[in-house]
């Protein structure tokens, strides 16, 4: 029998069930990927080990631990199926040996030390967790998560790959060694990527809101905290931040190869930082930005490369320049947070190849048992390179004068090599001076009689006394009454004048008198200071100053003893036109 179909009917029935096949079709194929939701398929470690894998790709989610291995911790999460791995790689954490797979976590961003069994309660050895979930980063490529406010209790070393992977936590975490720990770093930051054109690479912070802590201030432990660079040839171009060291000897080691680095709200406390001689490839544009170095007479030697230093804080600390160091300062606050000894220095050009500078900055020296005997700054001898400062204010009292030490003046840079300061305020005994230079004195010839008494008009009762030994200045002698030294200057500009001069009056009575003339040599204005025996038995600095008339062109400055008893001795006249 025929069965006779209309082709109308054919298509009414025909319509619907190709409707219907893609959706079908696409049930089939979205169950193919996932056949049962994830939250269903729950395993223990041990479960999923004999668990067949229905196909690659499939989720799970695992928990617990495995008992059978000490150093095992497992913390939960969403699996996924792949294929088979290596056995090296097999961690039981991030892979887990499957039946027919492995099974991998599944990982949005970072790998978490928590993962690996750190605890970070501060009493714990989770040492062997962190570099278990060290090495699973750098496998990875991903970022070291560590929990804020947790304290890990470690000893051993650690070495970060900055191409691979970073350490940070979302607020501050603590890793802190045991006392006994000695090896020669804590930490090493290093980028293994050699490829010129895949450094962008290392653009990363590579540390972040992370303490790292030694022993105590008297115990310091003597490794280094974080050692940069080595043989790897581009250990660059990252950054370190919200980073606090503190109970190391050395905070900070650089090596070969490290360079543009930058250090941003960083807290290096206690212990020094150093650059060492002989490093390669090293020391290019290294940046510290809103940083505190602080106490233990603690310091920054660097012998190479270009630093600069923004919006920081030193206390009680020194930049200390060798080789062809250069170093750059500004808009910071220095300050001896009460030192105990009558030595302190900010920064030391201790090569004749270095430079510095430190502009718009302040410094303040708190009041201490002892007076502070040297310069805050210091130059050696044959530097033309030089130091240079520029809108510097100081601030101290009567526990800050460098004149009773070996410079005898009272200045802030020592030494005789080159420097150049540019509106620098002092603040000295609530009374505010421009500060002079001892090395570059603008007015006056020979201001440190170096070439006797060349320069210098004199009568018969000035002479030149001899120098006992080499740490002593040269020094002039008044000897009876009448007795007189001077300099007539020519002058090519009007201001401020400011000066300065060391005196010992043993007997008899000094006067200093500062006289300005114009072109046609008509004298304009005269001042006089009068210094007695019973103000000055003992070398003191003396202080004066004259605000100079706009149509000076000479000035002649002499001083004059008298009495009929006279033993007046003089060092160092430093005068300067500040505009």
Known sequence: MKLHMSKTYFLKKLIPSLTLF??????ASSNKDVIESPQSKRYTIESIKQY???FIGECVFISGQEATQDDSFFYSGYFVSIPVIADELIDNVIYIRGKNCTWKRKIDDFIDVSWFGAIGDGINDDSNAISRANIAAHNECLPLKFIPGHIYQVKNTYEIDVSKTSWFSSDLSTLKWFNDFNADFAIRLFSSQKDYSKRFQN???AIKSIAIIGAGIKNLLDSCAIKIGGDERNSSLFTIDSVSIQGWRTTLAFDNNSWRIKFCDCHFLWGNIIAPPGNKNSGECMVFDNCMFADNRSYTE???GDWFFSKCSFDNHEVKLFGDANVFINQSHMENPGR?????????INSINSFASVIDSFIFISPTPKIINTPLFYVISDNENGLYVRNLRFQATEN???SKGTENALVLVGGDGKSYLENVRVSLNNKSYLALNKNDSSVLMNSRFKDGLRYWDFNDGVSLQARISSNDSETIVFSKNGAS????VLVKSTGILSGGMMLKIVSGDLKLTLECYDSLDNNITTREWNCSASDYSDWSWVRFGEKLPDNIRKIKFYCKSFGQSVDVKLSTILMDIIS
């Open 22 to 27: 893609p959706v079908l079709t696409s049930y």
């Open 52 to 54: 067949i894998s229905l």
């Open 203 to 205: 653009v990363k912070v």
């Open 302 to 304: 660097l012998h190479y």
């Open 340 to 348: 105990k000894t009558t030595d302190f220095t900010i920064v030391s």
């Open 400 to 402: 800050y004068n460098p």
């Open 485 to 488: 030294l001077s300099q007539s």
